[in-house]
């Protein structure tokens, strides 16, 4: 019994080890880099991300994606997700982060670039997301009304197939305002680095802001690196 013990305490650590040796290469790779992408549901922040991919080549990470294909995957950790999610539980921040990370460390050695899109959600999961993965370089809010919202998003449930019982005004609303508040901590502390965007206008008028915003993160970038030299 004691040398099982001791196996699974050798293993545990082995294990601590190999996930702090990613978080440390993934915290290397300060050169690549990585914007937070931040909008209520229906501010259109969907098709800024699409554009922003085709133009620049970065890696587009949602975390509500990295959960459902782990789940999909039949994996043990995603069993349990599974579980937790089906029981109207939430995925707890590290398991979040944890996704992210991995997701940050496959692909960082051909990515340009990462978009996080819908993460942070409060302020204290951009705290631990600086502390444990690596800093953001930019934060893009796509602001849009609260109405402007509730049309987009009450237009698409009318257009889906599947009808699901809170999509109804007075639930959405909760929903966005409760995204309001959330959102508000985290532009209050990330004030620095963050861009406001008025997402109400074309699609084209709001990426050619969303483009000059990148480019200057890059220009810096490149600068910095060619001091270390």
Excluded at 5 to 18: R, S, T
Excluded at 24 to 34: L, V
Excluded at 60 to 81: C, F, M
Excluded at 160 to 173: C, H, L
């Amino acid at each position: 019994m004691l040398f099982m013990c001791h196996q699974m305490a050798m293993k545990k650590e082995a294990v601590e080890k190999l996930k702090a040796e990613e978080l440390r290469k993934a915290r290397a790779s300060s050169d690549i880099p990585i914007i937070w992408i931040l909008g209520g549901p229906g501010c259109g922040k969907g098709t800024q991300c699409a554009k922003i991919v085709e133009k620049y080549g970065f890696t587009h990470l949602s975390s509500g994606d990295l959960l459902r294909n782990e789940v999909a995957s039949g994996s043990d950790k995603g069993r349990q997700l599974q579980e937790i999610m089906s029981s109207g539980g939430l995925v707890s921040n590290a398991e979040v982060l944890s996704l992210l990370n991995d997701a940050i460390v496959r692909a960082k050695g051909s990515s340009k670039g990462f978009l996080i899109d819908g993460y942070p959600r409060e302020k204290n999961q951009g705290v631990e997301f600086e502390a444990r993965v690596a800093p953001a370089d930019l934060a893009l809010y796509f602001d849009c009304s609260e109405d402007t919202m509730l049309q987009r998003i009450m237009a698409r449930a009318a257009a889906s197939s599947v009808k699901r019982e809170d999509d109804n005004e007075k639930t959405i609303r909760a929903r966005l305002q409760t995204f309001r508040q959330n959102t508000n901590a985290i532009l209050e502390l990330y004030e620095a680095k963050t861009l406001t965007i008025n997402a109400e206008r074309d699609v084209e008028d709001i990426f050619l802001e969303v483009v000059q915003a990148i480019d200057c993160v890059l220009k810096k970038k490149k600068q910095a690196a060619a001091a270390q030299c």
